[in-house]
Structures are given as C-alpha cells and as structure tokens.
C-alpha cells in the first residue's frame, strides 16, 4: 500500500471554529480546569457532579460550534481519493464528521458512546445527552458508567494500532500534523522511524513552536493557523499523489 494521505490532528484543528485547546492559548481549557480532578479516572467519582457538568459543558460547546476550512478539506479530499485519505484525530469533538469525513479514528475516544466501568459494555447514546448521576448500563444495571472517552489514568486502546501503522507507512505517503503539542502522544509515534526504508513526506502546522518536537523529522514546517495554511497544504498532498 502506498500514496496514502495521512491527517494526524489534535486541538488546534478545532480552535479555529471555537473550541478551546487543551494547552495553548488565552483560553486553554486547563488554565480554567484541573485535569487531575475532572478528567482522571481515579478522581472521576469522587467529584463526580463537576465532572459530569465539565462533560455537559463540552458537549454544549461542541454542538454549537462548526467544521472549519481544514476540516472540511479532509474530508473533500477524502472523496477526490477514496480510501488513500485517513482521518486519525486526538480531538473528541465531531467536527470531521459533521464536515463529511468518513472513517474518523478517534484516538481518545467520542462523545457518541457511554462505558460501563463495572462489566465493559459500552453503548451510543444521543449526542445531545445530558450525563446525569442517574446514568447506568443497559447491560449489567450499574452506575460506574461515564462519557466513552478516554480520560488520564485509563488504557488508550488504539495505541498500538496507531504505533503499528505509522511504523508501516512508507516514501509514497504523506502525513499531515495539525495542532497537536504531542504533550499527550509522542511525536514520534507518529513521525517516527518506519520499518522500510524512506520515511514518508511528513508536514507540521501548529500556531507556534514548540520546544519538545524535534522539527526536522518534519519535511515541512508551518508556524500559523490552519485555516489560512489548509489550501498550501492540500495542494502539496495533491501534487504529489498525482506525480506518483
Ligand atoms: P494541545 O492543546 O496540547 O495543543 C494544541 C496545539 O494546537 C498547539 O501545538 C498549538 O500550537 C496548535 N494550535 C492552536 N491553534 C491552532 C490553529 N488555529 N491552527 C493550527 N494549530 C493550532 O492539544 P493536543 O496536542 O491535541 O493534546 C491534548 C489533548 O486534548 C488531546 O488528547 C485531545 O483529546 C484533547 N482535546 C480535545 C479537544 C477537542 O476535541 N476539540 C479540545 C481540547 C483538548
Ligand atoms: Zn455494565
């Protein structure tokens, strides 16, 4: 398999249509909010009430807010070539979705399913629930459920899948980072080594720099939104998956 187009994004893909960054930015979620108290497992229960109104909170953000240039340009070039163009996103908003990507691999999970910590079972809900201390799992009756995303303290279990594919992509691809301060996922999961030979064209674009990625496993690097770079970007995936 080769020529395939490979999005890998995080927050700043969404921060132009209104969603605070995790990090970055006057608004980042975490100047406002502890991680360790309403996004970790081991704290979930304990403050439950201002982790469910944290969640309800997001979920309402999320919904008003719209797909942006850069989201919809993966997904138009999704349907100029089907089946070479992958989605993968840090975010658990649904912004690619609803832009009209197909196949978004959500890393950390979405606001479409709720987890039943006591027998595993996870089911989809409404996006426009309201997660309330009433909640409990169809299956098994119990109310150790939460929001189906990942929080700290809990296994990510499309990792290894992650690390696996990135390892096997080759010369011909092309992987495109947006927004992500890969304080959470190492870069070099996925800008990393490749099994065989050349690693693939590899492109950056975060509003500013950041200290921690080594910028030259990158081909190319962009300082600056993504709304105003999305087009000069689209048009380097283009020109080479039609010079192959
Ligand atoms: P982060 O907040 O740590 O980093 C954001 C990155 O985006 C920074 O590198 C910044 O330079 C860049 N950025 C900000 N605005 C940008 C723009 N307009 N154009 C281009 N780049 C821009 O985010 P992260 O690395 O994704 O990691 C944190 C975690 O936060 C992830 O696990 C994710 O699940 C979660 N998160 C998700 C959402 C969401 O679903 N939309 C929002 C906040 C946080
Ligand atoms: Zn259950």
């Not at 995790?22 to 979620?29: C, E, F, K, L, Q």
């Not at 919809?72 to 089907?82: D, I, K, T």
């Not at 658990?92 to 006591?118: I, P, Q, W, Y």
Request: glycine fraction near 6%; proline fraction near 4%.
């Amino acid at each position: 398999m080769s020529g395939r187009i490979v999005f890998f994004t995080g927050a700043g893909v969404s921060a132009e249509s209104g969603i605070p960054t995790w990090r970055s930015g006057d608004d980042g979620v975490w100047k406002t909010e502890d991680p360790n108290r309403v996004c970790n497992i081991n704290n979930y229960f304990k403050c439950h009430d201002e982790a469910l109104a944290f969640y309800n909170q997001r979920q309402e953000i999320y919904s008003k807010c719209q797909p942006n240039a850069a989201h919809y340009a993966v997904a138009q070039l999704q349907r100029e070539f089907p089946n070479d163009v992958y989605c993968i996103t840090q975010n658990v908003d649904d912004l690619f979705e609803r832009a009209g990507c197909v196949d978004v691999d959500h890393l950390h999970g979405s606001f479409d399913t709720m987890k039943c910590l006591n027998c595993g079972n996870e089911w989809d809900i409404e996006k426009t629930k309201i997660y309330t201390k009433s909640d409990y799992c169809p299956e098994c009756k119990s109310n150790k459920v939460k929001p189906g995303i990942i929080m700290f303290g809990e296994n990510a279990p499309k990792y290894t899948q992650l690390i696996d594919f990135c390892y096997n992509l080759n010369a011909d691809d092309t992987v495109v980072v947006i927004g992500t301060s890969f304080d959470v996922i190492p870069y070099q999961w996925v800008a990393g080594k490749v099994k065989h030979g050349e690693p693939p064209f590899r492109i950056l674009c975060n509003l500013e720099k950041n200290y921690s990625i080594s910028t030259w496993v990158f081909d190319k690097v962009i300082y600056g939104k993504i709304t105003e770079h999305i087009d000069e970007i689209v048009q380097i995936v283009k020109e080479r998956k039609l010079k192959r």
